[in-house]
């Protein structure tokens, strides 16, 4: 008797469990996993304290509830000039994960292909497969991890439905430039094609980079869905509170979908997360100045420690090859890493369909506490300077 489904074979147990369970074996610090060791601002938490006590308990409506939609439409106009309809246009997810589940479920066959760029946050290649489609990888190749015009045009098929498009980029820290979300743009007009994005880094970009979504690109806003999150830009991952916004009747086939994966969830959390989105602007630069100095803070320290560092120019995430410091391969070193060093970190190769294009990198996350990451660094510094 079989006892699995094929479209899970091959999707295994997420590296990031594997290397947080070692973490937690060994008392390694974990830079591996994307989450901050802090809670987000408290008048946040405070907000979500008030909900659970006032009522907030019970189903909210598929969509979400109808403050928290108002209230995305708000953050998208105030930050980007644009304003979807929070009735028909925006829909609220158990995360971007959910989000990018159900436009996957909701808005591809089986058999069409999803072109996304390589290396790719480990969730497109478990929906892709899930969904019965077919994922065609586009490199960001080290060390600029720019995304190569020919490439994506060379990626698209007669088959192609979607472009699955990550900025900020998780691993790389990309942050795709004007040129290139134009190049997007031109596929996906010249092409017919849907646009999903993943903007959960959203605010979290550094050096004064804008970022900018799809959706406002001339002729964009009628094929592309965004989606995000609360989780990382208010440090709050594990509220699991994400959304997605596009075109009405996009978002009907995603909810479609969504309606049958959760229904609803976060009851409590929705209205302290629409509280959120509606802080002044001086807190989300709060937020990302502190992790910005959080990066300088970790890269600096790896260069010195004879890294070869790749300076992320928005995310949770810096990149390293570990050539210069004897290893071959990323895997190897992050296994080894954590009895050698007391540190976790996760290879870059898990998120490649090739591993050899990943193979001597490796991701650590700065989402961290400043003496956590001293730390750290003092104990990589004794392994290997
Ligand atoms: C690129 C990217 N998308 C989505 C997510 C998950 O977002 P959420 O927790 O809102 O589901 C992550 C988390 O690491 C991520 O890095």
Redesign the pocket.
């Known amino acids: 008797m079989q006892r699995r489904a094929q479209r899970v074979t091959g999707l295994g147990t997420t590296i990031f469990a594997e290397m947080s369970e070692l973490a937690l074996r060994t008392g390694a610090i974990n830079l591996g996993q ?1 989450f901050p060791d802090t809670d987000g601002p408290s008048e946040i938490l405070e907000q979500a304290v008030d909900a659970l006590r006032t009522g907030h308990n019970q189903y909210a409506p598929g969509r979400g509830v109808p403050e928290l939609r108002q209230a995305i439409s708000g953050h998208q106009r105030t930050h980007y000039g644009i304003e979807p309809d929070p009735d028909r246009e925006v829909l609220v997810t158990t ?4 989000a ?1 589940a159900a436009a996957l479920l909701g808005l591809v066959d089986p058999g069409d292909e999803v072109v996304a760029l390589e290396p790719y ?1 480990d ?1 497109y290649v478990a929906c892709i497969q899930m969904a019965g489609a077919v994922r065609r990888p586009v490199l960001l190749r080290a060390p600029g991890f720019r995304l190569d015009p020919d490439e994506l045009r060379a990626a698209v098929t007669p088959r192609t439905r979607m472009l699955l498009v ?1 900025s900020p980029h ?1 691993p790389t820290g990309t942050v795709l430039t004007p040129a290139e979300l134009a190049v997007v743009a031109e596929v996906a007009l010249e092409h017919d094609l849907l646009v999903v994005t ?1 903007e ?2 959203e605010h979290l970009t550094f050096d004064q980079r804008a970022h900018v979504p799809l959706a406002t690109l001339p002729g964009m806003a009628e094929r592309t869905v965004t989606c995000s ?1 609360a ?2 830009t208010f440090s709050v ?1 594990g509220w ?1 509170v ?1 959304w997605a916004c596009g075109p009405a009747d996009l978002i009907a086939s995603m909810l479609t979908a969504k309606q049958f994966l959760t229904y609803t969830s976060g009851a409590p959390l929705q209205p302290a997360v629409a509280y959120a989105l509606r802080l002044p602007a001086s807190v989300l630069d709060d937020l990302r100045e502190d992790l910005e100095n959080k990066r300088d803070l970790l890269c600096d320290g790896l260069t010195s420690i004879g890294f070869d560092v790749y300076v992320p120019e928005g995310t949770y995430f810096a990149t390293t090859d570990v050539r210069p410091l004897g290893y071959a391969d990323g895997v190897e070193f992050c296994r080894e890493l954590p009895t050698r060093a007391g540190v976790v970190a996760i290879p870059h190769q898990v998120f490649y369909d090739d591993p050899d294009a990943g193979r001597s990198l490796v991701r650590w996350a700065f989402c961290k506490r400043e003496d956590v990451l001293h730390e750290a660094l003092g104990r990589l510094r004794r392994a290997y300077g």
Not at 95 to 98: N, Q, V
């Open positions: 994307g995360g971007a994960t959910e990018i946050y969730s990550n998780n993943d959960v880094y999150s989780g990382k991952t699991k994400g």
